[in-house]
């Protein structure tokens, strides 16, 4: 049973990337999915968070208009997109899946460690 980020690289300012998540050993369908990145000295901060249903995303601040989060059910799979990438978001990124929990609350606790399921993440690195 795990969970498994995968998709990050170096890219220059300005460029994209897509992450996957992906679940083996459970079913995403019935959890709540978020997006999660911690900087190089820096503390872990909620990126994008999806329900259930994956009609209502929630998107940090830093990152609305510029990255996506969606799910695919049927792959067992999240993945979040992102576009127009800064230095600042620069990060290892990491994916949690929870049950019975808000987006908003997922996203803004990022108490990564208290979620039913997450994994190692993986690295995006953003150049100028």
């Known amino acids: 049973v795990q969970l498994q980020a995968s998709g990050g690289g170096s890219v220059q300012a300005g460029g994209s990337l897509r992450l996957s998540c992906t679940a083996s050993?459970?079913?995403?369908?019935?959890?709540?999915i978020g997006w999660f990145r911690q900087a190089p000295g820096k503390g872990r901060e909620g990126v994008s968070c999806?329900?259930?249903?994956?009609?209502?995303?929630y998107h940090a601040d830093s990152v609305k208009g510029r990255f996506t989060i969606s799910r695919d059910n049927a792959n067992n799979q999240a993945h979040l997109q992102m576009n127009s990438l800064k230095p600042e978001d620069t990060a290892v990124y990491y994916c949690a899946a929870h049950r019975g929990i808000t987006i908003a609350t997922m996203c803004r606790s990022a108490a990564l460690n208290e979620y039913d399921y997450w994994g190692q993440g993986t690295e995006v690195t953003v150049s100028s």
């Open positions: 050993g459970f079913t995403l369908d019935s959890y709540t």
């Open positions: 999806i329900s259930r249903s994956g009609d209502i995303p």
